[in-house]
């Protein structure tokens, strides 16, 4: 069935260091993905986008790469800091509906 | 200055009450969603509104029924609560469905424990 998933659950990144979180999705008819970040007792906040007729966008210090052939999302986020530490989710949005289908999450821990 | 709020934050209540989250958003925006976060932070869509029509309807108990009043509302009413309801409920709004109007404005959540 469709679904949405993250190879790790939790990752733990020293200050400073590059972080890549990955996401891997089942339905070739997406055709648009969000990264979302959620800090403890808020809710989640978009980070940044990619439409599937793109490969890659940038933000600030924030890059999605998008690979259709394995169906595949990563966000890279340089330079980590302590207020990344958060839960990260990737969200695929079904290209014949308006339904946003959730990954599991990924817990970024900074180590100062 | 709130964009997306939700009432309450936390709500305690026991096993067969009937309880209601309300939320607003200030944004403008013609589409609104509700959300279930589990204890595991797996996030699920449970409805969607677009100018106060039904447009996503996932397979929810039909103890849940949403209500938009006007577009700036989503509210969800909780008939016969039972245990396996506690979870956060996130509202969520967004400019419309269509490209590039998709991002999505969540509320702050709202805790919701059944005893």
């Known amino acids: 069935g469709e679904s949405v998933g993250l190879h790790l659950p939790t990752l733990s990144v020293q200050e400073g260091d590059n972080s890549i979180i990955n996401c891997a999705y089942s339905?070739?008819?997406?055709?648009?993905f969000i990264w979302y970040k959620q800090e403890s007792g808020k809710g989640p906040q978009f980070i940044i986008d990619?439409?599937?007729?793109?490969d890659k966008r940038q933000g600030q210090r924030v890059t999605v790469l998008l690979n259709k052939t394995v169906k595949h999302l990563s966000l890279q986020i340089a330079a980590t800091q302590p207020g990344d530490s958060a839960v990260y989710f990737c969200?695929?949005?079904?290209?014949?509906?308006?339904?946003?289908?959730f990954g599991t999450g990924t817990r970024l821990k900074v180590l100062a | 200055d709130t964009a997306v709020s939700q009432t309450p934050k936390y709500l305690v209540t026991q096993m067969g009450n009937d309880k209601s989250i309300k939320c607003e958003q200030n944004?403008?925006?013609?589409?609104m969603y509700w959300y279930k976060q589990d204890s595991k932070k797996f996030l699920k869509i449970m409805f969607s509104?677009?100018?106060?029509?039904?447009?996503i309807n996932e397979t929810v108990p039909n103890r849940f029924s949403p209500k938009s009043p006007d577009k700036a509302h989503l509210n969800l009413h909780i008939n016969s609560l039972e245990l396996g309801d506690s979870a956060v409920y996130f509202c969520?709004?967004?400019?419309?469905?269509?490209?590039?109007?998709?991002?999505?404005?969540f509320g702050p959540g709202t805790r919701l424990t059944v005893t």
């Open positions: 969520a709004s967004s400019m419309g469905q269509g490209a590039p109007l998709y991002e999505q404005y």
């Open positions: 339905n070739s008819a997406s055709d648009y």
């Open positions: 509104y677009n100018n106060k029509e039904l447009i």
């Open positions: 990619i439409r599937s007729n793109m």
């Open positions: 944004l403008g925006h013609d589409t």
């Open positions: 969200a695929e949005k079904d290209g014949g509906t308006y339904k946003y289908i």
